[in-house]
T-cell receptor, first 112, second 114 residues
């Protein structure tokens, strides 16, 4: 049973437009969610997170939205830049778990 | 220098061989993790350690073992490598003291079992 799902393996957007990456989860115990970005030949790096007590968190061009009732979160990148082209992983955890469960990732391509 | 260093970066080994992947960190974090990534799949947790005396199995621990030699070192062993263990392996750390579960990853080890 995959507890964190990213149903879109890939997404292609034009530079300057909005990128929206989606993530669904099934475990109601999850109360903290993270997004990581991964470039080829590198390890994932943390991008942004959100606690379940919030429904939105913003950091520059990156905004994460959380809909607890739908068990859904999304990452918005505005405006998208070619350097944003990477694999984006959604991850979820719960208080005191100390470890995260990852989705399969979405490959974002931003075309100049 | 990288905060989380994995060695080797690439390795080709034969079926049945024992192999060790090493991870060291200079971040001073207490928690360390080993993940595996297969093409088109996410990161799956193999083992994790919350301190030197604490080792826990992850979701795919069969065929693997680990050793936490010091707070800064966490090694992953394949006792008898098999081809379906061909994958990209990542070591990661996190700091329980911050209350954050943000993980810091090494650059990965690409392992091929032939």
């Amino acid at each position: 049973d995959q507890q964190v799902k990213q149903n879109s393996p890939s997404l292609s957007v034009q530079e300057g437009r909005i990128s929206i990456l989606n993530c669904d989860y099934t475990n109601s115990m999850f109360d903290y969610f993270l997004w990581y970005k991964k470039y080829p030949a590198e390890g994932p790096t943390f991008l942004i997170s959100i606690s379940s007590i919030k429904d939105k968190n913003e950091d520059g061009r990156f905004t994460v939205f959380l809909n607890k009732s739908a068990k859904h979160l999304s990452l918005h990148i505005v405006p998208s830049q070619p350097g944003d082209s990477a694999v984006y992983f959604c991850a979820a955890t719960y208080t005191n778990a100390g470890k995260s469960t990852f989705g399969d990732g979405t490959t974002l391509t931003v075309k100049p | 220098d990288a905060d989380v260093t994995q060695t080797p970066r690439n390795r080709i080994t034969k079926t049945g061989k024992r192999i060790m992947l090493e991870c060291s960190q200079t971040k001073g974090h207490d928690r360390m993790y080993w993940y595996r990534q297969d093409p088109g799949l996410g990161l799956r947790l193999i083992y994790y350690s919350f301190d030197v005396k604490d080792i826990n199995k992850g979701e795919i621990s069969d065929g693997y073992s680990v050793s936490r030699q010091a707070q800064a070192k966490f090694s992953l062993s394949l006792e008898s490598a098999i081809p379906n263990q061909t994958a990209l392996y990542f070591c990661a750390t996190s700091d329980s003291g911050t209350g954050s579960t943000e993980a810091f990853f090494g650059q990965g080890t690409r392992l091929t079992v032939v």
